[in-house]
């Protein structure tokens, strides 16, 4: 039989009370340090999704601005942050309109910041508001210039749009420019 001494018969096969609080401490600080960067990853690219949206959202906007500008048959800017979009008659081209719309108009919201679209029809009803473009920080349309049309009427020539688009706020805060223009092709003299 095995005589059992004191420094054997104490010896443990586990971890001791210091040894597994030290490897809880080292575990904790490590998932924390997980988690602060997914957290950081997770931010990054959320923000990096909204800039974006709201980036491609603004160049969409302005590209069927200028494709409606293009398109029309004239075009009034006489109220602020407004252009009124009238298109050629239905059934006078490929580019006529359905045969009860009016005229479209695309408005800067500045309260809102934001640039929307209206239709209106005859008979006096119209499209619900559409949101084409949100955290718009300023918007300029115009101020046209003009000269003579086919017939010699003054109509707008060049028409020239200008959009800042900002998301973020502070030192996060990203902007986008965007500016283009586009006359009525009708008016054009060849």
């Known amino acids: 039989m095995r005589k059992h001494t004191r420094s054997t018969r104490f010896r443990s096969h586990g971890l001791s009370l210091v040894e597994a609080m ?5 575990t904790s600080m490590l998932l924390t340090a997980v ?12 923000m990096n999704d909204n800039y974006f949206r709201c980036t491609q959202a ?15 048959d004239s075009l009034d800017m006489s109220t ?6 009238i298109r050629p008659a239905a059934g006078s ?29 005859s008979g006096g009803t119209s499209s619900p508001l559409y949101e084409l473009a949100t ?16 017939t010699g009427l003054t109509e707008p020539v060049h028409v020239p ?10 030192n996060d805060a990203s902007s986008l420019y965007l500016s283009g223009s586009a006359a009525p092709r009708r008016a054009m003299k060849f």
């Open 161 to 170: 749009i200008k959009v800042t688009v900002t998301n973020g706020v502070g």
């Open 58 to 72: 603004a160049r969409v906007s302005m590209d069927q601005i200028l494709g409606e500008i293009r398109n029309c």
């Open 135 to 150: 955290n718009v920080t300023s918007c300029t349309f115009g101020p046209a210039d003009t000269g003579l049309d086919y």
């Open 35 to 46: 988690a602060a960067a997914f957290s950081g990853a997770s931010q990054a690219i959320e």
């Open 93 to 121: 081209g490929p580019y006529s309109l359905t045969t009860n719309e009016v005229e479209r108009d695309f408005v800067y919201d500045t309260v809102n910041k934001r640039i929307t679209l209206q239709i209106f029809y």
């Open 22 to 26: 030290i490897s809880l401490v080292l």
């Open 80 to 85: 602020a942050n407004t252009i009124r979009i």
